[in-house]
């Protein structure tokens, strides 16, 4: 199986501040693969990284095959959709088609049967003289993406893509990108929603620069060890509190999701016998991304091993 990525020991600082700090992957051809962290934590400088739009400060890292310092060769070949800017909203939506194609080199009949193809895929065939302005969010990434793909890119590496678009549009983003990965394309996909990991066959965590894992989302479930459990009621911050030292509680680590309280045991626990849990409702639930993400941080997990 080839590679689509193979990166080691990624570095990127700016000045004094590491963005960045030793990243290996093996991202293998065909896949969608997620990157998930919270804000500041290093994807995009990442991503921008594996496109060959910035240069690491050490490491290295074949895309295709091709070394980063490959430049025209190696942007030929990739699809980027960049987090902040890509599309100029005062420009139609066939202006900003045509821009693309432009940067790509197509021309004459190819750009047109390409951009219309693009039209058509992202369904704005009746609004192409409608200013880029006037979209729906979910219309405009999808234009974007129809932008980023003009060129039939062997990989795409999408920043955020789904970043201001409500959940319907998000749903069916994610289908447009199944879509296109069914012949190969790989698809490299950044977001801080961790519910999205569940549609990424790999998923990498990323925290302070640093990788906490890579894994397929069923894999990074079962390295949660023992029971969780969700508890809810009244004042659960007091809760905690009240049992946070009590001996006796098969303890691993509590943690909080809005008012909720997620508390990780080493074992089964009775929640029903216990005058501390009186009024408040538990049950047993199956890690979500989160957890596992929260986990990972706090057992200063690295790639590989939890
Ligand atoms: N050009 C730059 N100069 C200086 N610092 C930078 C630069 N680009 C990024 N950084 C810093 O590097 C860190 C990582 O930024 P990056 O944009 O990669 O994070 P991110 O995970 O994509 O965050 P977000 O979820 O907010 O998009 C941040 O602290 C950011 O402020
Ligand atoms: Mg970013």
Known sequence: MTAAV????????????????????MIPEGCVFGFLGP??????TTIRMLCGLLAPTSGRALVLGMPLSSGRELRARVGYMSQKFSLYPDLTVAENLDLYAGLYGLSGAGKRARTDEMLEFAGLEDRRRSLTSTLSGGARQKLALG???????????LDEPTGGVDPRSRREFWSVIYSLTRDGTTAIV???FMDEAEHCDRVAFIHSGRLLADDSPH??????????????GHDTMTLLRDIAHRPGLPMIDASFFGAKLHLLFHSEY??????????YESKRITPSMED???RLVKSGAHAGGA
């Open 270 to 279: 009775d929640f029903s016998g216990d005058p501390a849990f009186a009024g």
């Open 147 to 157: 932008c980023a793909i003009l060129h039939r890119p062997r990989i795409l590496f």
């Open 190 to 192: 950044t977001t801080h």
């Open 39 to 44: 804000n500041g934590s290093g994807k995009s």
């Open 6 to 25: 193979e990166a080691d020991a990624l570095v990127k600082k700016f000045g004094a501040f590491t963005a960045v700090d030793g990243i290996a992957l």
């Open 219 to 232: 894999s990074l479930r079962k390295r949660m060890p023992g029971f969780l459990y969700e508890i809810s």
């Open 292 to 294: 596992v993400f929260v």
